[in-house]
């Protein structure tokens, strides 16, 4: 059972760059979220999306914006990229109706900015 | 809003021997508790959750925790350590559906 899958798993990118990273989900749900963990930090939430809409955000800039798509797999993107962009950026699934479940995290994709 | 405090930033601890880390949230409900462990340029792996009944939660890896609600704690323990326990442990809590972290605690394991 595949469980939530990034990529890429690490790049660099200048800054004003822009950025789109991916995420697909585990099998089962329908829920992605994605964090932010910068170097030494937990991890922050920046947004999440069920059914193709972002239904919460959290305390980020229009810089970060995402997308998701019918097959439940998702985005992030992030323009004007600065110095202080670079973190592990984390996916992580869970079902909407299920969240006693949990949320199952992806290893994450390292971003630094240069 | 939420919040979550771990209190200490590195715990080192013999192998073989007792672990506690401690964890205090803020929240107006009863909330959904977790602990991850995420392993250096790794994701985080769920260890155990705490949604509702028996306060004495158990996970993987030997690991519980107990919620007290009196206190707004959730520590995490471990009868005894292994060399592979070495990681950074992260508290969290979810309200609704989206999850707050603490900053962290690093354990280091002795010989």
């Known amino acids: 059972d595949a469980g939530v899958t990034q990529s890429p798993t690490h790049l660099i990118k200048t800054r004003g760059q822009q950025v789109t990273l991916r995420c697909s989900p585990k099998s089962g749900h329908d829920t992605v979220s994605w964090y932010q963990q910068a170097l030494g930090q937990g991890p922050q939430f920046i947004f999440q999306y069920y059914e193709e809409e972002e239904r919460q955000r959290g305390n980020f800039p229009d810089r970060f914006s995402g997308h998701q798509f019918p097959n439940y797999s998702s985005e992030l993107n992030v323009n004007a990229l600065l110095l202080g962009d670079s973190a592990l950026y984390l996916c992580a699934s869970s079902s909407l109706n299920g969240l006693s479940y949990g949320y199952t995290f992806g290893s994450g994709t390292r971003l630094t900015v240069v | 809003a939420q919040s979550v405090t771990q209190p200490d930033i590195h715990i080192t601890v013999s192998e073989g021997a007792s672990l506690e880390l401690r964890c205090n949230y803020s929240y107006g409900a009863t909330p959904y508790l977790f602990w991850y462990v995420q392993s250096p340029g790794q994701g985080l792996q769920l260890l155990l959750k705490?949604?509702?009944?028996?306060?004495l939660v158990q996970g993987i890896k030997g690991f519980e925790a107990e919620f007290k609600r009196s206190q707004s704690s959730f520590n995490l323990r471990k009868p005894s350590v292994h060399w592979s326990d070495a990681a950074e442990y992260f508290c969290a809590i979810s309200g609704y559906s989206t999850l707050t972290f603490g900053k962290g605690t690093m354990l280091l394991v002795s010989p």
């Open positions: 705490y949604f509702s009944g028996d306060t």
